[in-house]
């Protein structure tokens, strides 16, 4: 892999990374002002209690790209960044343009979705 694709793809991870974490500071901010306000009936309480559940989603979801991000960079510190983990091959770079911090090659992912659609059987996803 070209060293200019590793570079803009590192600058791309550091920037994003920065964005989630201003991000999560943002939502952190916003559920400590709503513990702060206190809570003028049950209606209320009601619907603050679950802005902070959201809120906590929210940063958990947040928290988790986060880490991939670091795992993406230290990939790349290592010299391991762009290789499957799986199979060892190189990772497309059009596919790691859309998503840096894929671990897996297309092949060994879409074999990994199709084994855990399997053992969750049939009806998947489905009411």
Known sequence: MRQKHLDEIRTRLYQTRENLLLELRHKNEEAA?????????IGDMSLTDELKDFLHLLGDSKREEI?????????LRQGAYGICVQCGEEIDIQ?????????????????????????????????
């Open 33 to 41: 002002r709503l513990m702060d306000e206190g809570v003028a009936d």
């Open 95 to 127: 596919r790691l343009q859309i998503r840096p911090t894929a671990r897996y090659c297309i092949r060994c992912k879409t074999i990994m979705e199709k084994n855990e659609n399997e053992k969750a059987g049939p009806g998947r996803g489905t009411i």
């Open 67 to 75: 880490l991939r991000i670091d795992d993406a960079l230290e990939r």
